[in-house]
């Protein structure tokens, strides 16, 4: 499939071509200041790309719930994030792109850092370029260090056109 490049697709092509080692510091930088709140949280950006993303975060103090565990809140933050980032991989740049349900089940404990991996299929992305307004179940398979998967999510996202149709002249 070809992919349609957009804004935030051109920037991980530009760091895409980095040394490898760098790319995951620079990603991260880079999208931090597209959403200062990442950088805040220390979210670290691994894999890039228009059908996968993953994201990272680390268990440290300043991101632990009372049990030192990573908090609950980081938790679904890592999950939106990379469901976001993968969807806006794809989304056009004259459309905007919206959250519209975020759900999260805590199944059990976490241990050590996490990952969130999100997926789309050539279907979801098409459906972004074809259609003005829609909206896409993105997976996100979130683990911690031990392998396991301590949430399950599930992220509806929904896009509309950024410039509002013009409204007819007033009666």
Request: glycine share 8%; charged share 25%.
């Amino acid at each position: 499939m070809e992919y349609k490049k957009n804004s935030m697709s051109r920037i991980a092509d530009k760091v895409g071509k980095l040394p490898a080692g760098m790319r995951s510091t620079v990603l991260s930088m880079m999208f931090g200041k597209i959403v200062p709140f990442l950088s805040t949280a220390g979210l670290r950006f691994e894999e890039v790309g228009h059908q996968r993303l993953t994201v990272s975060i680390r268990n440290r103090k300043k991101v632990q719930n009372h049990i030192r565990g990573v908090h609950a809140a980081a938790m679904a933050l890592l999950a939106e994030t990379s469901t976001g980032f993968v969807v806006g991989m794809n989304m056009p740049d004259d459309k905007l792109m919206l959250l519209k349900s975020m759900k999260v089940n805590y199944v059990r404990r976490s241990q050590g850092g996490m990952r969130a991996v999100a997926s789309l299929n050539a279907e979801q992305i098409q459906l972004m370029h074809d259609t003005e307004k829609g909206e896409v179940l993105v997976p996100v398979l979130v683990t911690d260090e031990s392998g396991e998967s301590p949430i399950e999510c599930e992220m509806l996202w929904a896009w509309i056109p950024k410039k509002r149709p013009e409204q007819g002249a007033a009666a």
